[in-house]
C-alpha cells in the first residue's frame, strides 16, 4: 500500500503524468504532481524516536504509582492511549521526519523586484514588499540601484536575478 502526501516536485511540460493527478500553479501556470511518499527509513525514525518519550512517560508513571495508590488498569490505560497518540500522529507529522528531502525554495521564482542597491555581482532588492539579498545571474554582470528585476532562481536565502525587460 503506498501512501503519499500533499508535496509537489515540478514537472516539465513534456511528459506529463495523467491530468487527475496534476494541479495548477497559482502564478505561473506551472504544473506540479505528487511525488513524496512514506518509506520504511521514516516509520522505523518516526517510532525510534517516540520510543524515548515513551520510557519517560513510562518512568514517570512508575513513580506516580510508587507514591500515589490508584489501580494498575489506569497505567494500563495510560500507555495504551500514549501508544495510540504516536501510531494516530504519524500520517500528520511524517513530513518532519523525511530528512533526505527539502521542499525547493521556488515561492519568489518569476515574481518581479526593484534593486535597492547596486548588485555588483551581489546586493539587496525588494520583492512584495520584502527585502532579499540578491545576486545576477550572469557574472561581470552590474545591475543598478532602482532596476527592476525578475527572479530566476534561489539559493539558499539569496535570490538569483536578471534584469526585467
Not at 36 to 53: N, P
Not at 58 to 81: Q, T
Not at 120 to 141: C, F, N, Q, T
Request: net charge neutral.
Amino acid at each position: 500500500m503506498e501512501y503519499t502526501s500533499m508535496w509537489y516536485a515540478f514537472v516539465t511540460e513534456t511528459g506529463l503524468p495523467a491530468a487527475s493527478d496534476c494541479k495548477k500553479g497559482k502564478r505561473s501556470g506551472r504544473l506540479f504532481v505528487n511525488t513524496r511518499e512514506w518509506t520504511a527509513k521514516i516509520v522505523v525514525r518516526y517510532f525510534l524516536i517516540q520510543v524515548v518519550s515513551f520510557i519517560v512517560f513510562v518512568l514517570v508513571l512508575f513513580l506516580i504509582h510508587h507514591w500515589v495508590v490508584y489501580p494498575f488498569w489506569v497505567d494500563a490505560v495510560l500507555v495504551i492511549a500514549w501508544v495510540v497518540k504516536d501510531v494516530a500522529l504519524f500520517p500528520l507529522t511524517w513530513k518532519a521526519y523525511d530528512w533526505e528531502h527539502t521542499i525547493p525554495n521556488t515561492g519568489l521564482v518569476g515574481f518581479i523586484g526593484d534593486t535597492r542597491e547596486r548588485l555588483d555581482p551581489e546586493g539587496y532588492i525588494m520583492v512584495r514588499g520584502e527585502l532579499w539579498k540578491a545576486r545576477s545571474m550572469r557574472d561581470g554582470d552590474v545591475i543598478e540601484k532602482g532596476t527592476s528585476v525578475i527572479v530566476r532562481d534561489v539559493a539558499g536565502l539569496t535570490l538569483l536575478v536578471e534584469r526585467h525587460v
